[in-house]
């Protein structure tokens, strides 16, 4: 069984709808004992970090993802949350991964929206993908390039569009809305 | 690179694709949900889906269709048509669209944008803006085109990317149907003024129309209808054509 959070973050339902296309089954939770006992648990989200990193707080969650020791996959602003420090809403998070989430400078469009590509790719999420795929993003803040970096986009600065430490899996784009590329990245994950 | 996006638009009568043509491997061209299928494996970057009924007996079959549509697209999609409330919009997310668009509703109550946008986030929020000339100025005007209101179309992109939109989807209804090309006059002047992501709509015709658009304008997308719909431009022949032109499109 795989768990996807249930918390006060958009675009769950999409994440379910495509595991369940690819075959799996999974349960939109937010109940202890079924994230512990999951197979694999993923953390989707569209959101406002400052609200979203509360909301997990008061029901504990966070400590809770932190402790989990089976792959776990955080989504857009689920990486965000994974990583050190938010600047939307100057918001502290779960610190999984060491780095900082920024908000792009206004030199281009912001929010990223749309297709883009992604290079020096690293590890199993990514076998069979190529850096002449296009995944798509949506966001405003960007996570910085540090050592948990396994994929590298490019816009307005390069950012970490994938990243992974230990048991921990992220992309910044959302694989659920990546057509036949997005389906390869998350199948990879949910064969772990 | 960040990609141009081609975004084929259903317009929906009760659940239903409006003239519906027959292609091949097609079982039922009326099914938006085949029809979106098709476009989606054709390369179709996003899709929009506009409830051209948009009653309220019709909210239901909307929704229902929205599931379906989430349960089997992968690929983003944005609804419109009718919503005039944050309770519409919940209702639809929920349901598993990406993004709302919303229209007439928005210039007689610019604050939904920023309910909107607060509520789910400006990456949800598409405002529609058609415009025409007017006098020898570009304008906006509701009700599918029929009444000009005093609204330049440019403050009109500007204030509503300050409300929270994160998108605006520009249509020339003065090109719309034409099968000319889209306006480059005024969607490269709305793309020079806001600092969101611009989709030009209006007037597509020929596989040219998409490679001036992109070649002249700094908007992000381009949207079309009836020329994907029967078949006169094939969206993957359309996205090599425009990759052979210099153009950035995911293949």
């Given at each position: 069984m795989i768990a996807i959070i249930k918390y006060n973050a958009g675009n769950i339902r999409s994440v379910q709808n495509a595991i369940t296309r690819l075959g799996y089954e999974s349960v939109i939770t937010d109940d202890r004992e079924e994230m512990l006992n999951a197979e694999k648990v993923i953390l989707p989200g569209v959101g406002e970090a400052g609200s979203a990193m509360k909301y997990l707080r008061e029901k504990e969650l966070d400590k809770l993802i932190v402790s989990l020791t089976q792959p776990v996959l955080g989504i857009c602003l689920g990486l965000q949350l994974m990583c050190r420090y938010s600047e939307e809403g100057d918001t502290q998070c779960?610190?999984?991964?060491d780095t900082d989430v920024r908000l792009f400078p206004r030199?281009?469009?912001?929010?990223?929206?749309g297709w883009n590509n992604f290079f020096s790719l690293k590890g199993?999420?990514?076998?069979?993908?190529?850096?002449r795929d296009n995944v798509y993003y949506v966001h405003s803040y960007y996570p910085e390039i540090s050592s948990c970096t396994t994929a590298v986009c490019d816009y307005i600065l390069p950012f970490s569009a994938g990243m992974k430490k230990d048991n921990f899996y992220a992309t910044q784009f959302h694989p659920e809305k990546s057509a036949l590329v997005g389906e390869q990245i998350l199948k990879n994950f949910l064969e772990l | 690179m960040l990609k141009r996006r081609i975004i084929p638009c259903l317009d929906i009568r009760n659940g239903r694709t409006v003239k519906g043509v027959n292609f091949v491997?097609?079982?039922?061209?009326?099914d938006p949900v085949e029809l979106a299928k098709l476009y989606a494996s054709r390369g179709a970057d996003e899709l929009v889906f506009l409830d051209i009924t948009a009653t309220i007996e019709n909210r239901h079959t909307l929704i229902s269709l929205v599931e379906r549509i989430a349960a089997e697209i992968n690929i983003p999609f944005t609804v419109g048509g009718g919503i005039n409330s944050l309770e519409d919009v919940g209702h639809l997310l929920k349901a598993g669209a990406d993004k709302i668009t919303i229209n007439s509703a928005a210039v007689r109550r610019p604050e939904l944008i920023t309910e909107i946008a607060g509520e789910f986030g400006s990456q949800c929020v598409v405002v529609a803006i058609d415009t025409d000339v007017i006098n020898n100025d570009w304008v906006v005007v509701v009700d599918g085109g029929r009444t000009p209101v005093k609204l330049r179309t440019i403050d009109w992109a500007i204030k509503v990317e300050k409300l929270g939109a994160g998108e605006i989807l520009l249509t020339s209804m003065k090109h719309d149907g034409t099968k000319k090309g889209f306006s480059l006059e005024i969607t490269a002047e709305v793309s020079r003024h806001v600092n969101i992501p611009v989709i030009a709509s209006g007037g597509?015709?020929?596989k040219e129309h998409f490679r001036d658009v992109f070649f002249n304008t700094s908007c992000s997308a381009a949207l079309a209808a009836s020329i994907f719909h029967f078949g006169e431009v094939d969206i993957k022949e359309l996205k090599e054509y425009l990759f052979n032109e210099q153009t950035a499109v995911r293949l």
């Open positions: 779960m610190k999984i991964f030199v281009d469009k912001v929010p990223h929206m199993e999420l990514f076998k069979g993908v190529s850096a | 491997g097609l079982k039922d061209a009326g597509a015709g020929k």
